[in-house]
C-alpha cells in the first residue's frame, strides 16, 4: 500500500526554485510529523526538512534560509518549496514520517544544472 506520492521534480538551473509535493493519507498527515528527505547518487538518504502536525518546522543546515516546508490541511498535502537550487541539491527527493515508520514511494528527482 503506497502512503507516500511525491511530485513536481524536474531539472532547473542553479539559482532556480521548485516546489515539491508530497500527498499522504489523512491518518497521517494528521497524526505524524513528516519530513523530506534526499538521496544523491551514491550517498545515504538524509533529511532535509520535518513539518509537525501543529505546524512547527525544522531543516538541515545545508537547506536553512533556502527551502521551507508547509501543510495543505485540506489536501493532506506537505510542500517543500526549495528556492536558489544549488547542483549540490540534485537528489531524488522522498517523504516520509519522522520517524520512519511507512514504506518509501518512488521519491521525485531534482536536478540542478546549467
Known amino acids: 500500500q503506497v502512503q507516500f506520492v511525491e511530485s513536481g521534480g524536474g531539472l532547473v538551473q542553479p539559482g532556480g526554485s521548485l516546489r515539491l509535493s508530497c500527498a499522504t493519507s489523512?491518518?497521517?498527515?494528521?497524526?505524524?510529523?513528516i519530513g523530506w528527505y534526499s538521496q544523491a547518487p551514491g550517498k545515504q538518504r538524509e533529511f532535509a526538512a520535518r513539518?509537525?502536525?501543529?505546524?512547527?518546522?525544522n531543516f538541515a543546515d545545508s537547506v536553512k534560509g533556502r527551502f521551507t516546508i508547509s501543510r495543505d490541511n485540506a489536501k493532506n498535502t506537505v510542500y517543500l518549496q526549495m528556492n536558489n537550487l544549488k547542483p549540490e541539491d540534485a537528489a531524488v527527493y522522498y517523504c516520509?514520517?519522522?520517524?520512519?515508520?511507512?514504506?518509501w514511494g518512488q521519491g521525485t528527482q531534482v536536478t540542478v544544472s546549467s
Open positions: 516520509n514520517t519522522d520517524p520512519i515508520l511507512v514504506a
Open positions: 489523512r491518518t497521517i498527515f494528521n497524526i505524524y510529523t
Open positions: 513539518i509537525a502536525a501543529d505546524g512547527d518546522t
